[in-house]
């Protein structure tokens, strides 16, 4: 599992896979006011993108993978 | 080249040129079903097998081609000029790469990823083929998706001017940079496709943007596996190299190699610069849906607002081309359109506009061509496409393919030519011994020797030609072995040697179905489950070998495991149970002989039916199908130590050695395979035991039977001068057998025929030959005579 879910905050460890999108879309509908750490996340499934653009939730920290960062911050920041 | 390959590619091109025929012979006579059912098939194939390689090019056009003639198979298209057309220039182009992959001298079919854009062209033109038919039935033109794929402009002025003015100076440095655009289809991530993933491997773009192709539904409504993504990227890398990228998916991206913007180069005197190809088009496009939606004769309550639309849109259309219209006529328009509830109006205004526009635009602007502009509408008027040569054009590769029924002509004229050399050492004895004239038997003696050297070497030839390798049944075990294991939840490691060892077609081909059984008979009885090995002290991996080498003139296979091997307590249990074998039998077996015992027919020790194995049906099956090429069977088999089955096959089924033997008066061939001995046995030493006759062989008894009795006939076997009877001791099942005949002479290699037509019903014989005096051999086969 690459979401550890603390009170407000999920961390993102690694990898982000299909599977994934459904239990951070369930989550970000049920703290709608829910953060996202990002910063070891290496790579996340598109089916993640889409609900990370879908709900726009506050990333508390940017990935360190500077590729993937740059291109989700494009996707999030219009 | 892998051998796999290499068959794809002999085999590609037979189909082509099958396709080809039939497609011709549709076009005379289009109802045929049968033909189009075949020719449907035959395409099917090809794409099936192309799909086993990298070859997305290949298997997209194919799979357009199928789609196209399953259409016209289900008559939801008639067969027509077009259709032939088309398909014949699409199996041209399978034709050229299948070529080209056999050019290439890799092992690996090479990339042809530059014929994408081909391949997307050409799967376009086959599939509006079946748009056009669909468009026809009234009922498919509402669900008909919007055929026209506009080349999204480059929303230039969507940039930052930063990054606009950037990119003008990059473009004049020469910087090959390429516009992307990728919309992943909506099921992509039920494929297993990442699109974010594609795009990460791009590398670091100049400029990018990712945005959704409709709005985002509420969270709680949202479809998180619903692809509706658009990534749009300004790249540093050449637009074959993302051709490359996206070649499987070649329909969901839009690459565009940038050029310097016109107007930094020479800018427009004039405010208005003349409208260029592309903005043409698209206007033409857009004034093409007005005039759509006006002539929609329906009357919703939201018809004003309907025509109000139209009319801003018709505006902003016209300004974009920077044709200056008169808004208040418009407004006019308008309005009468509205009081009347009616489009006419909007439409004889438009009808006007375009009058005046005509002299202004240049009217009905061919579409730029961009990467992806495929325009599925009216493709009948396009050039077609051509795809380098026709089929004709190239003489095909070093390999001949040829019908099986001309081998086999030719090995009966080879066989016929041996038997006819065969006359010619008699030829020389009549010299001799009737016209006394040696010197020229001599001769007749020479020359046979050249002729019969020729005749072997021919013989060799000819079944070399029908020599295939081992690996022809055995290059499907690995996966085989591999699905099973997995089903059967078993770690298995399959080794596999000389898989270059060659034999006849047929004996190879008899060979596969076998080998299946007892390969799973293996996996699943064999070797244990993982657990199990460890317990007993094993590694977790099971081993499965299958071996083949020549020995002399003989294929052997063998097939072993290193699994728990056969109980032969268990199977004196279970034959007994299954009335195989009777109660004193149970006792008197040895192991080897209780081993034996699986091959007898409906013996299974499975306690439960599974799917692989245990219906009874298997190691029996398998000992008949390998009897039928005259092969054999031995199984041997150490209680916790493994399993380890040897099939030995004859190379050729061609040549048979047999015996002579004369009973009554008659020449009989005798298979020397089933021949042990021959010995002579003294009227003195053959005692009747119980009205059976035998005689002590070596300290053995053997039963005896006279060959006649088994003919039918009544006459007595004729001893020799001594008084001894000349017997043949075969060896069928177990024990050896005695069979009394008149007298056994030589042995010589012949080609076996079959018995056929009124004859083919006799049993006890295998075949009839033609010998060297022209006489005819009838061939006994002692397993069916007993």
């Known amino acids: 599992m690459a979401l550890a879910f603390k009170k407000v905050t999920v961390v993102v460890s690694e990898q982000m896979t299909v599977e994934d999108a459904e239990v951070l879309l369930d989550w970000l509908i049920k703290h709608p006011r829910g953060r996202i750490n990002l910063s070891a996340c290496t790579h996340l499934h598109a089916a993640n993108l889409q609900v990370l653009m879908a709900a726009r939730p506050r990333i508390s920290a940017w990935p360190r993978h500077a590729p993937l960062a740059a291109w989700i911050k494009a996707a999030l920041t219009p | ?786």
Not at chain 2, 44 to 64: C, I, Q, W
Not at chain 2, 176 to 198: A, I, N, R, S, V
Not at chain 2, 582 to 605: K, M, Y
Not at chain 2, 653 to 669: H, L, P, W, Y
Request: hydrophobic letters at 40%; aromatic letters at 4%.
């Open chain 2, 1 to 786: 080249m892998n051998p796999l390959l290499d068959q794809f590619i002999t085999e590609g091109r037979d189909i082509l040129q099958t396709i080809g025929e039939r497609l011709l012979q549709l076009e005379d006579t289009p109802d045929d079903s049968a033909l189009m059912g075949e020719l449907f098939r035959l395409v099917h194939t090809l794409k099936g097998n192309s799909g086993l390689f990298d070859l997305p090019e290949m298997t997209r056009v194919l799979h357009a081609a199928e789609d196209l003639m399953d259409a016209v198979r289900d008559g939801r298209r008639p067969f027509d000029r077009p259709v032939a057309d088309r398909l014949l220039e699409a199996m041209d182009f399978v034709l050229a790469l299948i070529d080209e992959i056999g050019d290439s001298a890799e092992s690996a079919p090479p990339n042809t990823a530059r014929h994408a854009n081909d391949a997307l062209e050409l799967a376009n033109a086959l599939r509006s083929l079946l748009a056009a038919a669909q468009a026809t039935t009234p009922t498919a033109t509402e669900t008909e998706p919007a055929p026209s794929p506009t080349p999204a402009a480059i929303p230039f002025e969507s940039l930052p001017s930063r990054i606009q003015q950037e990119l003008a100076q990059r473009l004049e440095a020469g910087e090959p940079l390429c516009w992307l655009t990728y919309e992943p289809e909506e099921e992509c991530f039920f494929k297993g496709e990442d699109p974010f993933h594609q795009v990460l491997q791009l590398g670091e773009p100049y400029w990018r943007r990712v945005s959704s192709r409709e709005d985002w539904a509420p969270l709680d409504e949202l479809d998180a596996y619903r692809c509706i993504l658009r990534f749009e990227a300004i790249l540093n890398t050449p637009a074959e190299a993302l051709h490359e990228h996206f070649r499987y998916i070649p329909e969901q991206v839009q690459i565009v190699p940038l050029q310097p913007p016109a107007p930094s180069i020479a800018p427009a005197p004039s405010s208005e610069p003349p409208p260029d190809a592309e903005t043409a088009w698209s206007f033409n496009v857009v004034l093409e849906a007005q005039r759509e939606i006006l002539g929609l004769t329906d009357n919703p309550p939201w018809l004003s607002g309907r025509l109000r639309a139209v009319a801003t849109t018709l505006e902003a259309a016209f300004a974009s081309i920077g044709q200056a219209v008169d808004r208040d006529a418009l407004q006019q328009a308008l309005h009468s359109a509205d009081a009347s509830q009616s489009s006419q109006p909007l439409l004889h205004w438009l009808d006007e506009q375009q009058r005046l526009g005509d002299t202004q635009l240049p009217a009905a602007a061919p579409p730029p061509t961009t990467a992806t502009a495929a325009r599925p509408e009216a493709p009948e008027a396009e050039e077609p496409i051509k795809f380098g040569r026709r089929a004709e054009d190239r003489l095909a590769g070093h390999t001949l393919k040829v019908d099986q029924v001309k081998i086999d002509r030719l090995m009966n004229l080879i066989g016929e030519m041996v038997v006819t050399k065969n006359a010619l050492p008699y030829l020389a004895n009549r010299a001799e011994e009737v016209f006394g004239t040696r010197e020229l038997a001599r001769e007749i003696k020479a020359q046979y020797g050249i002729i019969n050297r020729i005749a072997e070497e021919m013989q060799d030839a000819i079944m070399q030609i029908r020599m295939m390798p081992v690996s022809f049944v055995l290059q499907r075990f690995p996966r085989l072995v591999r699905d099973t294991a997995r089903r059967l939840g078993k770690e298995v490691r399959l080794v596999m040697e000389g898989e270059s060892t060659e034999a006849d077609k047929n004996i190879i081909e008899a060979l596969a179905d076998p080998l299946v059984h007892i390969v799973r008979n293996s996996l699943d009885h064999g070797l244990e489950s993982p657990a199990e090995r460890r317990a007993s002290g094993k590694p977790s991996e099971g081993r499965l070998t299958i071996s083949a080498r020549q020995e002399s003139d003989r294929v052997v296979i063998e097939i072993s495991d290193d699994g728990r091997g056969i109980d032969p307590e268990r199977i004196r249990r279970k034959a007994y149970e299954r009335g195989l074998i009777g109660e004193p039998e149970l006792e008197r077996l040895t192991d080897q002989e209780a081993i034996n015992l699986v091959f007898a027919a409906g013996f299974s020790t499975a306690e439960q039916v599974s799917d692989l194995s245990g219906r009874g049906v298997g190691m029996d099956v398998v000992r008949n199908a390998i009897a039928c090429v005259n092969g054999t069977v031995e199984l041997h088999s150490q209680l916790g130590q493994g399993t380890r089955l040897q099939l030995s096959l004859p190379l050729s089924m061609a040549v048979t050695n047999v015996m002579i033997i004369e009973s009554a008066g008659q020449r009989f061939g005798v298979p020397m395979d089933t021949v042990a001995e021959t010995v002579r046995v003294a009227r003195n030493d053959i005692r009747t035991i119980k009205r059976r006759l035998t005689t002590v062989l070596r300290g053995r008894l053997v039963p005896l039977v006279t060959l006649n009795d088994l003919l039918g006939l009544t006459i007595e076997q004729a001893p020799n001068g001594d008084d001894e009877f000349a017997v043949l001791v075969v060896r069928i099942g177990p024990d050896p057998l005695g069979i009394i005949v008149d007298d056994c002479r030589e042995t010589i290699d012949i080609i076996l025929k079959p018995l056929t037509g009124i004859l083919a019903g006799l049993g006890g014989y295998a075949g009839s030959a033609l010998l060297g005096d022209g006489s005819v051999l009838l061939v006994l086969n002692p397993r069916e005579l007993l």
